[in-house]
């Protein structure tokens, strides 16, 4: 959520913020609404003011043992209007917060103009694709070789974009995951988390999914929702705190399903496991304070390259321009992994940065050491690292032989007891 007094004394440079993300001006509508709510809590504020004049003034007359009456009743009238004035002030002040929830996060500066992701910037690559002396087969017709991977069953139980993994490729799944969470745990210095599932509206709320992507989410008949990734849980673990700037940063990370609707994926990646309802990711979240922020997106995205770099599989970097970014996200660098059989790089990783949007919208900050007085926004950054499901296929295709059968990579054999090839 941005700050309303930012957009009250910068209206102009808050539309073309705005304009940067092919979105429409909006400080017009939202200055009326503050105007409107502002105006409420000033008349509050001299009904107050009045209602205790005329109260001393009770107190004045009677003391001389003259008649109130008049006083009194001015009292009672101030009063009900006071009353029918709080209500509005709620109602007035709680719709223009749910507008500024609708308002999607500035961008940082360094973000590239462009409209759409072929405006999106390469800035780098890493490994070299594989020649293949073969047609390579995609991920979906290689498990479906092995007897390991059943799209057909998963739709008798559970419907469309949902998958089986059996035997070793279930194995190399869960073995990828855990060789993530090893490598972030213990080299770069994330605490591992297991965190809820289930979440209120309010975590919703405060990571930036609600309002704005409800209809990608699940419910439950319980008023819960399931995560669509885990940073949202993460990141509310400091919702309504004031930390201490000694302990930032804070990093986290977690392994757990994450559930999405897909609502606005009709008819894209619907062969194999690209996009699914049901996917694992390994999330990694940052807390810190605004001058640790940009090395702290340096290093989520580091942490994410390692792990590929790792599994020796072939990506890019890309700068994602102001038309392509996140709701919630200030800046975001994208990993593209290498997949033969779609002759293309296909996202595996987004790094991004919040910058204070999403403190705001938990309450979350920090007080500078020595300070007993005086609060500062955090920031905080998210990254998968990486999503699991899209690793396994990025490793099935780059793996795979011309008999249909897949090695392991060095650094997931010891994880799988040392198996070297997964074949039928």
Known sequence: MLDIKWIRDNPAAFDAALARRGAVARSKEILELDANHRGVITELQTLQSRRNDVSKQIGQVKAKGGDATAQMAEVATIKDRMTALEAKEQEVGQYLRDVLMTVPNLLDATVPEGKDETANVELRTWGTPRAFSYTVKDHADLGQGLGLLDFDQAAVISGARFSILKGALARMERALAQFMLDTHTTAHGFTEVNPP?????????????????????YLTTAGQWLIPTSEVSLVNMVSGKILGA???????????????????????????????????????????????????????????????????????????????????????????????????????????????????????????????????????????GLAVGRTLVAVMENYQEADGSIRVPKVLQPYMGGLELIKR
């Not at 289930?198 to 609600?210: F, R």
């Not at 990694?284 to 020796?312: G, R």
Request: aromatic content about 8%; charged content about 25%; proline content about 4%.
């Open 246 to 384: 000694a302990e930032l940063p804070i990093r986290l990370t977690a392994f757990t399903p994450c559930f999405r609707s897909e609502a606005g994926a009709a008819g894209k990646d619907t062969k194999g496991m690209i996009r699914q309802h049901q996917f694992e990711k390994v999330e990694l979240v940052s807390v810190c304070s605004p001058e640790q922020s940009d090395a702290e997106h340096e290093h989520i995205l580091k942490c994410a390259e390692t792990i590929l770099q790792q599994l020796e599989l072939p990506y890019r970097v890309m700068a994602l321009c102001a038309g392509d970014m996140g709701f919630s996200m200030a800046r975001t660098f994208d990993l593209e992994v290498w997949l033969p059989a779609q002759n293309t790089y296909r996202e595996i990783s987004s790094c991004s940065n919040a910058h204070e949007f999403q403190a705001r919208r938990m309450n979350a900050r920090f007080r500078a050491e020595g300070e007993t007085k005086g609060t500062r926004f955090v920031h905080t950054l998210n990254g998968s």
């Open 197 to 217: 599932l289930l979440v209120k509206a309010e975590a919703l709320q405060g990571s930036g999914q609600l309002p704005k992507f409800v209809e990608d989410l």
